[in-house]
């Protein structure tokens, strides 16, 4: 029987001979069980698709095509929407340099410990703003750039590879950030992490102390081995698939992305990916395909060159570029690296990329195709899960035309639309100075505040 | 909404109102010492043919039953050469603009060897082969063109400066390229004015003021476009209003103001494997597809269009004269979401109706890709981003045909195109067309679409691949070759800069 593979069928389960054979059950277990979610009738906060299918276990006899890659940038729009009425010369400074800077919240995720005296604190957690399920990390010795690390591994392979075997993790971090020197326990709970109360005013453990931290030191604020940011995920992925493959009420013909994704909420309408991945496959659907994700199912790096970087005397640095972890073809990338090569004298810094001081990240993600794969055919019997009202309605925002809230879809004008209503949507943007409406005052009433989650991260979107 | 007034006085003519001379002769100059060449350019800036010279020689030529043979200059510099000049670009933060071309051949898709040196340029691999000043001469006929720009050279001479580069361009008949397609079809509109004078606008708006597209639109299928897209110190365009101005281009820069950048690319075209590859690739079609498929309509997958300009999109079996013919029909096509009915305004108010025309959006007449549809793909939404997007990587196309055209001399001559363009970014719009788009199989719509198989580059030895796909995707029939036909051989990146700014170099 068929299982799905990791992404990009990388093996590391090999790693672990004797435990191999239950990794890849395991994996398969997890994916199998992401794509059931979307089949569950009684969650309130999903619409079961009629034309999203699990690709090993389809019974129908009709055989998948090739796959159809639907590609994407892999900058972050939402920073290039949010600088766009800055002066042009500031604009792409502004959004690599943003970029770069994590975010730290105690909302957000409604994560919490208990104290010695048994009270809940909320507990802050780093993630990174870059939301187009590529992150990158750039590690510097006061202003050195000694490398880079590009990522697009979801957290929950990780987080399932720590599941069974914590130490290969540990292993993989070592190698992947090239430091010997990470303890384990650098990389895990130091205690147990509570979820905010439900109505009941109980809590549930989310992690137990020792157990894998995603957004450890390690992979935030010193290094990037996997995807960090909210809705940048393998489930927030098969979410979206399966949303996007909804009879959503949109004009007959050819699908204008943006409106329908205003009408769905399936992600975020400042990036580049959900209206692409969303749109996508809504295209299919109304031809009445039924759409899944291709084995392995994954979102990739496309292949790339960087021609452009050259060394402090003009001489180009090819090797200075590794593909750390990719699929067997090379096509689809897991991991990519930047450093200067062996025994240079030199840094990053010193380096120029396209003509221009190599100083951010950016300058390359911005040079970066993405893609994910799915396969669409025509399924007998399958029909399309009709939606008949919208669920959301899209604002631009007061002082930048270029930039869109989503909203639910309550009658209300965008003129209407609160302080408070905005700030959901600018979530990720709280600590950019450029924007007046995330006053300090409004930060404070969220953290005084913790007894209720105030939204939930749902696939790609804050729900409302 | 008010369009900014044009400085029609500052504005070198060629960018936005282009000479479109049937001839137009380019001479690379590297300069000589400092001040004669500041005094040299500062006298030439009286004959500079500003916005209004080449707008007033345009319209008369439309008009007049007998041609007055004229003559026009325009000119762009290095940044090498404005440097030379006194002037610091150090802080203009475009690497392409600040190296010469070869510097990032690579980026661009040309050959180049291992040490990234390009290998087949005969300008532009290093400053030593760029030009300092470009001039841009164009003229009626091949006599005038010629006499003036030996005027020129020796003038340049007498400052001190050094040809390294002269070139011949020429339009063909029916305004095509080499490969036979009528080329300069569709370009962008320019918002603006000319004068203080309600609706004197740079741009003819053809269409009707009652008809709701008639701020989008100069006519059908030309958008109208901000233009601080294409010449500094005025209104940018913005991706999800573009209605409104966004913020200036070049504003910190005063030096730049009513200037442009301009990218120089001299493309040698061969002719003979076009030919034989649209030959082969009939033969292919016609056994994939189980009907008959002629040279022509293989050249016209690749392009987009049929070699009358008619496109695929709306005359998928064959070209229409009727379309091409018809400067409100030609360009009247999206992808996406396929084009409204419009109301073209006529004389007597006698107003004549443009029919709504289908989308492709499953590429079924016009291929993924096709050239003209993997670097303006209008209104389909991109891995850029939103359909409003694609303006933004837009410029303005200015280029002309060198060498004898091909049934004339069947040898294998140096024929191609000098391909020009204006723009203020070129990382932001050339880059983005050439390297995110033309050379990127997996953009701007789908992963593993196609490259582009007229323009497009591959390093030697990889193949080029464009596969029709029918409407679920599922492949039919694939073009794929190792061979080129377009080579890049070198260029270089330019600013032209205002008229202020050549005066007052002296």
Wanted: charged share 20%; net charge negative.
């Amino acid at each position: 029987m068929p299982l799905y593979s990791p992404p990009a069928a990388i093996d590391d389960f090999s790693r672990r001979p004797a435990l191999a054979p239950t990794l890849r059950s395991g994996w398969d277990a997890r994916m199998r069980a992401f794509i059931a979610e979307t089949k569950d009738a009684t969650n309130p906060d999903l619409i079961v698709s009629g034309l999203f299918y699990d690709q090993l276990a389809d019974t129908s006899g009709a055989p998948d095509p090739a796959p159809t890659g639907i590609p994407w940038n892999a900058f972050p729009q939402i920073l290039t929407n949010w600088f766009a009425t800055q002066p042009v010369a500031n604009q792409e400074k502004l959004a690599n340099d943003w970029a770069e800077k994590t975010i730290t919240t105690d909302s957000l995720f409604g994560f919490f410990r208990k104290d010695s005296a048994g009270r809940f604190a909320p507990i802050p957690v780093t993630y990174r703003r870059q939301d187009e399920y590529c992150e990158w990390y750039v590690e510097r010795t006061g202003n050195k750039i000694d490398r880079m690390y590009f990522t697009c591994e979801p957290p929950e392979y990780w987080t399932f590879l720590a599941e069974n075997d914590i130490t290969l993790v540990h292993d993989l971090y070592k190698e992947l950030l090239h430091n010997q020197n990470i303890a384990r326990d650098e990389l895990t709970w130091p205690f147990d992490v509570y979820s905010a109360p439900n109505a009941q005013g109980q809590r549930t453990v989310l992690f137990k102390q020792g157990s894998y931290n995603p957004w450890n030191d390690w992979n935030t604020t010193k290094g990037a081995v996997h995807l960090t940011h909210w809705a940048n995920s393998l489930d927030a992925e098969v979410r979206l698939a399966s949303d996007g493959s909804l009879g959503w009420p949109q004009p007959a013909g050819a699908v204008d992305f943006h409106r329908l994704i205003c009408c769905a909420a399936f992600g975020g309408v400042n990036r580049s990916s959900d209206p692409k991945i969303g749109g996508s496959v809504f295209s299919l659907a109304v031809q009445g395909l039924s759409i899944a994700l291709s084995n392995p199912i994954g979102l990739y790096m496309q292949s790339f060159q960087l021609p452009g970087l050259r060394d402090p005397q003009g001489i180009p640095i090819p090797s200075a570029l590794t593909f750390v972890r990719k699929s067997a073809d090379g096509q689809n990338i897991l991991r990519a690296e930047i450093a200067p090569p062996l025994g240079a004298e030199y840094s990053l810094d010193q380096c120029t990329v396209n003509g221009e001081r190599f100083l951010y990240g950016g300058q390359v993600t911005r040079l970066i195709t993405m893609s994910l794969f799915a396969v669409a055919k025509q399924i007998p019997g399958a029909k399309v899960t009709p939606v008949s009202t919208c669920l959301s309605t899209c604002c631009p925002y007061p002082t930048n035309g270029q930039f869109f809230g989503t909203f639910p879809n309550d009658r209300k004008t965008c003129a209407q639309r609160t302080d408070k209503d905005w700030a959901r949507n600018l979530r990720d943007l709280a600590d950019i100075q450029a924007h007046p409406l995330m006053t300090h005052a409004l930060l404070l009433e969220e953290h005084i505040r913790p007894q209720q989650a105030l939204y939930k991260v749902l696939g790609r979107s804050l729900a409302f | 909404m008010i369009e900014p007034q044009l400085d029609v006085r500052e504005i070198q003519g060629h960018s936005l109102r282009g000479f479109d001379t049937p001839y137009l002769n380019l001479v690379g100059l590297k300069f000589g010492d400092s001040d004669s060449t500041r005094a040299w350019l500062s006298a030439l800036s009286y004959r500079i043919d500003s916005l209004e010279s080449v707008h007033q020689y345009r319209i008369i030529r439309s008009f007049a039953s007998v041609r007055t043979p004229r003559l026009l200059l325009n000119v762009a510099i290095s940044a090498h050469g404005l440097e030379r000049i006194g002037t610091d670009v150090s802080t203009v933060e475009d690497g392409l603009f600040l190296n010469p071309m070869g510097l990032n051949a690579g980026l661009l898709g040309d050959r180049v060897d291992a040490s990234m040196t390009p290998t087949e340029y005969l300008l532009g691999s290093s400053w030593d082969t760029t030009p300092d000043l470009l001039l841009i001469i164009g003229g009626d006929t091949a006599e005038a063109t010629d006499t003036f720009t030996e005027q020129l050279s020796s003038a340049g001479a007498m400052a001190g400066c050094s040809s390294i580069y002269e070139e011949r361009g020429a339009l063909l008949a029916g305004a095509a390229e080499h490969f036979g397609f009528r080329d300069g079809i569709s370009q962008v509109g320019v918002r603006g004015t000319l004068s203080g004078v309600a609706d004197h606008y740079l741009t003819l708006r053809f269409l009707a003021p009652a008809d709701p597209n008639a701020a989008l639109f100069a006519k059908p299928g030309q958008p109208l476009v901000w233009p601080g897209q294409f010449v500094f110190g005025y209104p940018t365009q913005l991706p999800a209003t573009p209605l409104d101005p966004g913020p200036l281009s070049g504003e910190e820069k005063p030096w730049m103001r009513n200037g442009s950048f301009l990218i120089f690319r001299r493309m040698r075209q061969d002719v003979i494997k076009f030919r034989s590859f649209v030959q082969q690739q009939a033969v292919n079609l016609t056994q994939a597809l189980g009907r008959s498929v002629s040279p022509d309509e293989v050249g016209a997958l690749i392009v987009g269009r049929w070699k009358d300009g008619s496109p695929t999109l709306l005359t998928p079996a064959q070209p229409n004269p009727a379309i091409s013919a018809d400067d409100m029909l030609i360009n009247d096509f999206a992808y996406a979401l396929g084009t409204p009915q419009m109301l073209i305004r006529g004389a007597d108010g006698m107003d004549r109706v443009i029919p709504s025309e289908p989308d492709d959006h499953l590429a079924q007449r016009c291929p993924h890709f096709a050239h003209i549809r993997k670097v303006n793909p209008r209104d389909l939404p991109t891995d850029q981003g939103i359909q409003g997007r694609n303006l933004t990587f837009q410029m303005l196309r200015r280029g002309i045909p060198y060498g004898p055209p091909y049934p004339t001399s069947t040898e294998p001559t140096d024929r191609g195109l000098l391909f020009l363009a204006y723009q203020t970014s070129f990382k932001r719009q050339f880059q983005v067309l050439n390297s995110q788009w033309m050379n990127n199989p997996s953009a701007p719509e789908l992963t593993n679409e196609g490259h582009d198989l007229l323009v497009g580059q591959n390093p030697a030895g990889a193949d080029r691949v464009g596969t029709l796909r029918d409407p679920v995707g599922a492949p039919r029939a694939s073009l794929i070759t190792a061979d080129r036909w377009v080579i890049p051989t070198g260029g270089g990146f330019f600013f032209a800069p205002s008229v202020s700014f050549l005066r007052t170099l002296n």
